[in-house]
Each structure stands twice: as structure tokens, then as C-alpha cells.
Antibody
Framework: QVQLVQSGAEVKKPGASVKVSCKASGYTFTTYAIQWVRQAPGQRLEWMGWINAGNGNTKYSQNFQGRVTITSDTSATTAYMELSSLRSEDTAVYYC???????????????WGQGTMVTVSS | QSALTQPASVSGSPGQSITISCTGTSSDVGNYNLVSWYQQHPGKAPKLMIYEGNKRPSGVSNRFSGSKSGNTASLTISGLQAEDEADYYCCSYARSSTWVFGGGTKLTVL
């Protein structure tokens, strides 16, 4: 079935970087974009950016510009989100989600990964 | 990019209807018919409930409906059931291939 499976929980120190993976299966990886969304404990969902898995084009939220890098490996059908210069406020669950502007659910995130908890603590 | 504005909480009794509003600007909600709504139970990933403002994905109950007027989108849940108790988030496509989420609304079924 269609699914996105993310890498496991991470604990990082302030100033470090974290790289979270999102492996796709059950559909044609390069047809869809992979979006990244985070949720701090008890807080709202926050959009971070996306990658076109077909051509590698990316777009980032201004809130993370310069600190986030989203990449993909088509042979591994996996997308990655790397966040650098971590601070305590980056402690959150990070989700990947599938999206396709011209698919069955345009401009909506129809399949989500299970989430990856990233804890930033000294 | 500011978050869309949602009420922090709403509540209703089983069988009743509730509506959750989502207010944006002319740069997002008001400019596109591309609002989606997500249901999130504690500790779980969000689930798509409404897309393109008023369309339901296959498998989503017809008790869920969406609408929009100007810069405000709305999600209505009719015939409230205990399992509807969750957090609900709106999300809108905005200019330049970006998206913005709402602050989230906690629905309590009394």
C-alpha cells in the first residue's frame, strides 16, 4: 500500500544538525512532491518546505530559510530533510507528507509519514 | 508568513453540528480555492479530511463538509460522534508555491 516511513527519533545538542529520512513506497515516487511539516509539543502544524521528487526543485518557508535543506534520492525513493544550527525551539515531531498539484487531491497532503521526534537538548 | 486564524476550541454534544472557522488573507485563503482540512488524534499523524475547500477524499464520512466565503474557510461536522474528538487544522496554498497552516482547533465532544 501507499506509505511513507520515516527514520527514528533523534536527540541532538544545540548547534548541531539533524537529517530525517522519509522512504516512499506503493506509488511512483517521482510523480509527487514530498512536503515537510513540523509540530512542536502541544503546538500547531508548521509548514517547512517541499521538494519535487521528479526534478529536485525545492521551496522553503521563510521561517527556515538558510537552515533547512530538503533533498531526495530517486533510486532509494527517499526524501530527506536536514535542519542545521539546532536550538531548543526546534524540538518537535517532523512529518513528511505526499502532495501532487494535479493528482487526486490537488494541493493537499494526502499521505503522511508516522513522524520523527527530534529533541534538542544540551 | 502568519498562521491562519482558528478558534482554539469548540465543543458540541453527540448528534449536534459544529463549525470551525479558518481566517486568512487575500494572499492565501481569499485568493485560492485550495484550503484543506486535517484531523489529528493525540500522538497520531494528521489525516486529510477536506481538500480544495469542499471536497472529501474517498473514505471520509459525508458528515464532514467545507466551505469558503472571502478570506474565511469553514469546516462543518454534522451528527457529532465521540470519535470526532480531535484537533483540526486548516491549511491553505499561498503565493509562490508555499503553504500555511492554521493554529489548530481542539474539538471536544461533550
Amino acid at each position: 500500500q501507499v506509505q511513507l516511513v520515516q527514520s527514528g527519533a533523534e536527540v541532538k545538542k544545540p548547534g548541531a544538525s539533524v537529517k530525517v529520512s522519509c522512504k516512499a513506497s506503493g506509488y511512483t515516487f517521482t510523480t509527487y512532491a514530498i512536503q515537510w511539516v513540523r509540530q512542536a509539543p502541544g503546538q500547531r502544524l508548521e509548514w517547512m518546505g517541499w521538494i519535487n521528487a521528479g526534478n529536485g526543485n525545492t521551496k522553503y518557508s521563510q521561517n527556515f530559510q538558510g537552515r533547512v535543506t530538503i533533498t531526495s534520492d530517486t533510486s532509494a525513493t527517499t526524501a530527506y530533510m536536514e535542519l542545521s544550527s539546532l536550538r531548543s525551539e526546534d524540538t518537535a515531531v517532523y512529518y513528511c507528507a505526499r502532495e501532487f498539484d494535479y493528482g487526486d487531491y490537488p494541493y493537499a497532503f494526502d499521505i503522511w509519514g508516522q513522524g520523527t521526534m527530534v529533541t534538542v537538548s544540551s | 508568513q502568519s498562521a491562519l486564524t482558528q478558534p482554539a476550541s469548540v465543543s458540541g454534544s453527540p448528534g449536534q453540528s459544529i463549525t470551525i472557522s479558518c481566517t486568512g488573507t487575500s494572499s492565501d485563503v481569499g485568493n485560492y480555492n485550495l484550503v484543506s482540512w486535517y484531523q489529528q488524534h493525540p500522538g497520531k499523524a494528521p489525516k486529510l479530511m477536506i481538500y480544495e475547500g469542499n471536497k472529501r477524499p474517498s473514505g471520509v464520512s459525508n458528515r464532514f463538509s467545507g466551505s469558503k466565503s472571502g478570506n474565511t474557510a469553514s469546516l462543518t461536522i454534522s451528527g457529532l460522534q465521540a470519535e470526532d474528538e480531535a484537533d483540526y487544522y486548516c491549511c491553505s496554498y499561498a503565493r509562490s508555491s508555499t503553504w500555511v497552516f492554521g493554529g489548530g482547533t481542539k474539538l471536544t465532544v461533550l
